[in-house]
């Protein structure tokens, strides 16, 4: 809430928005941050099943809750002229996240199976615990299948950026989350602007790069920083501007260190979302950077009717790097399970275990996704693309 009061959102409407955990004190942490009319009290739900870490947990034992948030979330739509959509944040390392989020998801698909959803979902990262590559690994089908657009990111790519981006050693979670939230905000800065009308649908059906692989990577920069946000509380000099823009490619959110070199190699197509920066910027980034791509879509935010609109961009992108990714997760998935670590509290809560091979053989069903969206590995650094 702090992200999205610091870029203004708040000043001009209400947040309609659902805060859910299982965790009491993170509950207690954000009802203190409601004093300012931006959220009322209702929307603040406590679930009543502690998920405990696993995914099964936090899917068949908080259907009482489950069933609470959603009536809760028709009340938000009725307050809707027109309900463009419905943005899911989740952690998928968590059980409560990837459990009850997969429950959620279910029953949202069932009570607005004309509304377009789209998923932010932080992913555990290559030195991940088996646990959490289990409950990563068992709601993906239900975030990738039911969502129109999943964005992608891992902690530890979000400690690496604020390491390097923001000067920020040894981030905490907090520096983390509030990131994490900032990325959520520069995309939900589309639809803020009354001026210029933009249907999230439509939205997806132009910006987002081969949107039938609906899994995204994506990075962020911000080159200049009037507010001086929580993390840092500098200023970074406008003519820094161009280094902070090719930055976006150095690196994602979602690190790996098996990266091919070249963004031609790895780069299907790619959509770059900016806020605060002129056009003669963005025109002047784009002749600097030498890759060229097929699809290349810079779009304007709003300024959202505030003189400190911090400078921000954030790319979206259909990137190789998710397959290696995803092959990382696989591979700690086959040597947990082969082993059968920690099955047992999975499937004594009422899981399944045919689902534990259903979830390994559809991760791998998405790396083939990117085969047959015609980004397939490059051996050669001189083949055409």
């Known amino acids: ?125 290559g030195g991940a615990s088996i646990v959490e590559v289990y409950n990563s690994a068992l709601s993906l089908t239900t975030f990738s299948d039911k969502s129109k657009f999943c964005m992608v990111t891992t902690r530890q790519g979000v400690a690496e950026y604020l390491e390097r981006m923001e000067k920020v050693q040894y981030p905490s979670i907090n520096e983390i989350q509030a990131v994490q939230a900032r990325v959520g905000i520069t995309y939900l800065s589309l639809f803020q602007n009354p001026k210029v009308p933009l249907r999230m649908d439509s939205y997806l059906a132009t910006q987002i790069p081969y949107p039938r692989i609906n899994l995204a990577l994506s990075s962020l920069a911000t080159p200049h920083n009037d507010l001086g946000n929580s993390l840092t509380r500098r200023v970074i000099h406008p003519d820094s501007s161009l280094s902070h823009w090719q930055s976006l490619f150095d690196k994602s959110i979602v690190p790996n260190e098996r990266r091919p070199n070249s963004y031609q190699q790895r780069c299907a197509a790619l959509s770059l979302l900016y806020s605060g920066c002129s056009l003669k910027d963005v025109a002047c980034s784009e002749k600097e950077i030498p890759f060229k791509f097929e699809e290349f879509n810079p779009q304007p935010i709003s300024q959202l009717q505030t003189p400190l609109t911090r400078k921000s961009a954030l790319m979206l992108r259909n990137d190789k790097l998710i397959t290696l990714h995803f092959s990382e997760i696989g591979k700690i998935f086959d040597k947990g399970y082969s082993k059968r670590m920690f099955v047992h509290w999975f499937v004594g809560s009422g899981l399944e275990e045919g689902l534990f091979t259903e979830s390994r053989e559809d991760l791998e069903a998405r790396i083939k996704d990117w085969e047959y969206g015609g980004v397939e590995t490059a051996e050669d650094g001189d083949d055409e693309y």
Do not use: W
């Open 1 to 125: 809430m702090q992200e999205y009061k610091e870029e203004g959102i708040g000043e001009e409407q209400k947040l309609r928005a659902l805060f859910i955990d299982d965790d009491s004190s993170q509950c207690s942490k954000v009802r203190k941050l409601v004093n300012n009319g931006m959220l009322d009290l209702d929307c603040i739900v406590q679930a009543r099943e502690y998920a405990g870490g696993t995914y099964d947990i936090g899917y068949y034992q908080n259907q009482n809750s489950a069933d609470i948030c959603s009536d809760k979330i028709r009340l938000l739509a009725e307050q809707t002229d027109t309900l463009e959509g419905i943005i899911l944040y989740a952690n998928m390392c968590g059980g409560f996240g990837s459990g009850f989020g997969t429950r959620l998801l279910d029953m949202i698909e069932s009570d607005f199976k004309k509304c377009t959803v789209t998923s932010h979902l932080v992913m555990p990262s």
